[in-house]
C-alpha cells in the first residue's frame, strides 16, 4: 500500500523522491528551445539493504589499496622517513629523545649512549686521483644507527696545499640537517720541537657558543691532550701510545682524569683491513665515555677524535700515512 502511494505521488512511475522534494508538473515544464522532452524515467533503485546502518557522520573514505590498521589491540603508527643528503639510503637515524634541561639543541642524542662510532666515507675521486677533498663522516651509535652527518667546510687550496696540517671548519648536522655542532681548528705547529704554538680544537653548540676545547700538550715523546670547558678549565686528560703506528690492530688514546690516575674512556682508532688502509685515508674510529658524562663533554670527545684523526692518521696525495714515535 506505501509503495503505491508512492508511486502516484511521484512526477513520473518509478521514481523515488522524499517527501520534501519539491513537486512539479511535467506541464509546467517548458524547457529549452529545442526540448523534445524527458526521454524517460531509468529503472527504478532497489534501495538500501535492510539493517544496513549507513555512513557515519563525517567519515573520510581510506585511499585505494588501505589494508587496515592491522592487529587487533595494536595502535597504527606512522614512522617518518628522512632522507638525509651526503649520507647512503637506507641508514637508519637515532630517534630523538626529549631534550633534557640545560642541553643545547642537537645534542639530546648524547644523553642516552656512552659509545660512538665515527666512520669516514670513502671519496672514489681523492681514491683514483689523489686530489684531496672535504671529508666526510657518518657519526653512530652502538647500535649502528645515524646521529650526526659531519663535513668538512674547507676550501680547495687549503686542502692541498696544507695536507693533513690544514685548518678546517667541521660541520655536524642532525637528521633534519640543522648543523648542532661546529669544530674549528686553527692553523698551529705539528711538531714537538715547538711547544710554543701547539695543536687546539675549539667546538661550539650551538654554532657560535663555544661548549669546550682540546689542547695539545708538550711532551718529547707521547701525545698528550688536555680537555677543557668553556671557561677554559681542565676537565679531562687524553693520552696516546708512544708508537702511533696502525698495523692489524686498534690504537688507544685514553681518557683520563686530571691526576692520569683512572682511565674514564678511550678514543679508538680501529683497525679497517689491509686494503682499506693501503689506498685510503677513510678511518673508523670509536669513542667510549661514562654515560653520566656532561653532554657538552661529549661533544667536546667528537672534536678530540677528529684532530687526533688528523693529526695523525689523515694523508693527502701520495704521502704515507704518518707513524713512528711521537
Known amino acids: 500500500m506505501d509503495k503505491q502511494n508512492?508511486?502516484?505521488n511521484a512526477p513520473h512511475p518509478g521514481t523515488n523522491f522524499p517527501a520534501a522534494?519539491?513537486?512539479y508538473p511535467p506541464a509546467a515544464y517548458q524547457g529549452p528551445p529545442g526540448y523534445t522532452g524527458y526521454p524517460g524515467p531509468q529503472a527504478p533503485y532497489p534501495g538500501p539493504q535492510a539493517g544496513y546502518p549507513g555512513p557515519y557522520t563525517d567519515y573520510s573514505v581510506p585511499p585505494h589499496g588501505y589494508s587496515g590498521p592491522g592487529p587487533v589491540g595494536f595502535p597504527v603508527q606512522h614512522q617518518p622517513v628522512y632522507n638525509q643528503q651526503g649520507g647512503p639510503a637506507g641508514t637508519p637515524w637515532m630517534p630523538a629523545p626529549p631534550p633534557p634541561s640545560n642541553c643545547p639543541p642537537g645534542l639530546e642524542y648524547l644523553t642516552q649512549i656512552d659509545q660512538i662510532l665515527i666512520h669516514q666515507q670513502v671519496e672514489l675521486l681523492e681514491v683514483l686521483t689523489g686530489f684531496e677533498t672535504n671529508n666526510k663522516y657518518e657519526i653512530k651509535n652502538s647500535l649502528g644507527?645515524?646521529?650526526?652527518f659531519a663535513v668538512e667546510d674547507t676550501d680547495c687550496c687549503t686542502r692541498n696545499c696544507c695536507g693533513p696540517e690544514r685548518p678546517f671548519t667541521m660541520r655536524i648536522l642532525?637528521?633534519?640537517?640543522?648543523?648542532v655542532i661546529t669544530l674549528e681548528r686553527p692553523l698551529r705547529c705539528t711538531?714537538?720541537?715547538?711547544?710554543?704554538?701547539?695543536?687546539?680544537i675549539e667546538i661550539h653548540s650551538p654554532p657560535g657558543v663555544p661548549v669546550g676545547y682540546v689542547s695539545q700538550n708538550w711532551h718529547p715523546c707521547l701525545p698528550k691532550f688536555t680537555v677543557q670547558n668553556e671557561k677554559r678549565e681542565d676537565i679531562l686528560k687524553i693520552s696516546g701510545p708512544c708508537v702511533v703506528c696502525s698495523c692489524c690492530a686498534d690504537i688507544d688514546f685514553e681518557i683520563k682524569s686530571l691526576d692520569e690516575e683512572n682511565v674514564v674512556g678511550k678514543i679508538s682508532k680501529q683497525w679497517t683491513g689491509f686494503v682499506r688502509e693501503a689506498f685510503t685515508d677513510a678511518d673508523n674510529f670509536g669513542i667510549q665515555f661514562p654515560l653520566d658524562l656532561d653532554v657538552k663533554?661529549?661533544?667536546?670527545?667528537?672534536g678530540a677524535c677528529f684532530l687526533i684523526d688528523f693529526m695523525f692518521?689523515?694523508?693527502?696525495?701520495?704521502?704515507?700515512?704518518?707513524?713512528?714515535?711521537?
Not at 711538531?191 to 687546539?200: A, D, N, V
Request: glycine share 8%; proline share 4%; hydrophobic share 35%.
Open 6 to 8: 508512492v508511486q502516484m
Open 21 to 23: 522534494y519539491p513537486q
Open 145 to 148: 644507527q645515524r646521529i650526526y
Open 174 to 179: 642532525d637528521l633534519m640537517g640543522r648543523e
Open 191 to 200: 711538531s714537538c720541537c715547538y711547544p710554543c704554538c701547539l695543536q687546539e
Open 297 to 302: 663533554m661529549k661533544a667536546v670527545m667528537i
Open 313 to 326: 692518521f689523515e694523508r693527502s696525495g701520495g704521502q704515507e700515512q704518518r707513524a713512528g714515535v711521537w
